[in-house]
Each structure stands twice: as structure tokens, then as C-alpha cells.
């Protein structure tokens, strides 16, 4: 007598989010809808001509992935977020510095979130207002009222 013994494993699978988060100065609705992300890895795309990449746009934010195996790596990026709005700058150092590209994201089994924050100030600039008198001498009295 014989037995054969067959051992069948399935991998497990989760799935990836991507959230977007706005701090900081207000840039604009316009340049929010500028924003492109793209997300890279083994199968993230099943159904596009490029299989391991995907772009996305703010407005389809936040967004889940289909079924990808545990233990698989991503990246998450925005590839323009410094240029949406010219009179902004984005925060890249310090405490609050904006998150705009997660490497080696790992997918868990209970699934991954990728946190993509922008924090952006307002660019100041100086503003210097000179006055020239010209014509009749009017007194510095007058001119100092």
C-alpha cells in the first residue's frame, strides 16, 4: 500500500491603500488636481500594458489595490508635488517635512497604507514702495502729511 501526500500552499494576500493628506499653507484646488502618484511593484497594474506600475491622480484618492501577495515590496511616489503651485514651496526637511516617496513599502497581512503627505508655505517676498516728488517744491511739511 501507498500514500501519497500532497501538501498545497496558497500565499497569502493583502492589500495596498494609498491616502493623501494636505498640511500646511492651502495651494489650491487646481493644483491638488495636478498631482500624479505612481505606485510600482510585482502585478500592481493586472489589467495595464505595464504590469508592475500604475499612475494615479489626486482625485482617485484615496485608492486600494487588488489582492497582492504578503511579503512583496512597493513604492509609492508623487512625481511632481514640488511644482503644483509656483507660489508655494514644499516642505522637504525638518519636523514637518512633507512625505511624498515611500520605498520598499512591504505588504502585511493585514495589508499596508502608503501616508503621502505635503505640507507647502506661502513664498513671501519683499515689497519696497519709493516716492519721488517732482514739479514745485510744496515744503517738507506738506509732504510729511
Known amino acids: 500500500m501507498t500514500a501519497e501526500l500532497i501538501n498545497n500552499y496558497t500565499r497569502k494576500q493583502a492589500k495596498l491603500t494609498v491616502t493623501k493628506t494636505w498640511e500646511g499653507d492651502d495651494i489650491g ?4 488636481a495636478g498631482l500624479e502618484i505612481t505606485v510600482s511593484g510585482p502585478g500592481i497594474n493586472p489589467d ?14 484615496p485608492w486600494e489595490s487588488g489582492v497582492l501577495p504578503v511579503g512583496e515590496k512597493y513604492t509609492v511616489e508623487e512625481t511632481n508635488a514640488a511644482g503644483l503651485n509656483a507660489n508655494y514651496t514644499l516642505v522637504t526637511t525638518g519636523e514637518d517635512a ?4 515611500i520605498e520598499d513599502l512591504e505588504i502585511t497581512e493585514n495589508g499596508v497604507t502608503a501616508e503621502l503627505i505635503n505640507n507647502y508655505t506661502r513664498k513671501q517676498a519683499k515689497l519696497t514702495v519709493t516716492k519721488t516728488w517732482e514739479g514745485d517744491d510744496i515744503g517738507a511739511d506738506a509732504k510729511a502729511g
Do not use: R
Not at 495595464?48 to 484618492?61: F, R
Open 29 to 32: 484646488a487646481d493644483a491638488k
Open 48 to 61: 495595464g500594458a505595464e504590469k508592475n506600475t500604475i499612475t494615479l491622480t489626486y482625485d482617485q484618492l
Open 98 to 101: 512633507s512625505t511624498t516617496e
